[in-house]
């Protein structure tokens, strides 16, 4: 099974400061045929289900605030925001879909200084 | 739009079978490539994933908790059940319907979930 693993578990940044969560994957998840790496970042608030961010690492969903962002390749990656702002306060989630099962980072909590 | 929902019991005794039912509208599961999917979340903790149904009846399961796991799909109603046999307090969760459009995509939309208690 592929481990996702976040950094930090929690973070607390000011309004309209850089927030970075990095997701490192247990396994290679680019696929060769295609060059694609299937990760996906999800936004989760208090009482909601997720909400797609982020996927093939670096495509944003329709609808996402330019100021979220997603790179990387291979085994490491990275969600940015780059001015946060209040309603980006919510628990984000790496996730790899290479192979099953699909598994999920353990979540990083991001605050408001 | 594409929706779904979990409808099933909010409370189960332990050793007890959960039966869960994700009814979803605004795609068919009998289109190619399309999956249903279960992914659960114990309160205060991550998401974990379950099992996945594809539209030819591909099957994948967790494989810690394969044992206990069905999931099967109904494509005239619409929906995708998954039972869980032996129920622990451990399994005490929020229960997530998924959808994913083709193979090899990410999740696009979430049920809004389901708790489900295990105590006695």
């Known amino acids: 099974d592929i481990v996702m693993t976040q950094s930090p578990d929690s973070l607390t940044v000011s309004l309209g400061e850089r927030a970075t969560i990095n997701c490192k994957s247990s396994q290679n998840v680019l696929y060769s045929s295609n060059n694609k790496n299937y990760v996906a970042w999800f936004q989760q608030k208090p009482g909601q289900p997720p909400k797609l961010l982020i996927y093939w690492a670096s495509t944003r969903d329709s609808g996402v605030p330019d100021r979220f962002s997603g790179s990387g390749s291979g085994t490491d990656f990275t969600l940015t925001i780059s001015s946060l702002q209040a309603e980006d306060v919510a628990v984000y989630y790496c996730q790899q879909y290479y192979s099953t099962p699909y598994s999920f980072g353990q979540g990083t909590k991001l605050e408001i200084k | 739009q594409i929706t779904l929902k979990e409808s099933g019991p909010t409370l189960v005794k332990p050793t007890q079978t959960l039966t869960l039912t994700c009814t979803f509208s605004g795609f068919s599961l009998s289109t190619s490539g399309v999956s249903v999917g279960w992914i659960r979340q114990p309160p205060g903790k991550a998401l974990e994933w379950l099992a996945l149904?594809?539209?030819?009846?591909?099957?994948r399961y967790r494989p810690s908790l394969k044992t206990r796991l069905t999931i099967t799909k109904d494509t005239s109603k619409n929906q995708v059940v998954l039972t869980m046999t032996n129920m622990d307090p451990v399994d005490t969760a929020t229960y997530y319907c998924?959808?994913?459009?083709?193979?090899?995509?990410?999740?696009?939309?979430w049920g809004q979930g389901t708790l489900v208690t295990v105590s006695s």
């Open positions: 149904i594809y539209w030819d009846d591909d099957k």
């Open positions: 998924t959808h994913s459009l083709d193979y090899g995509d990410p999740i696009q939309h």
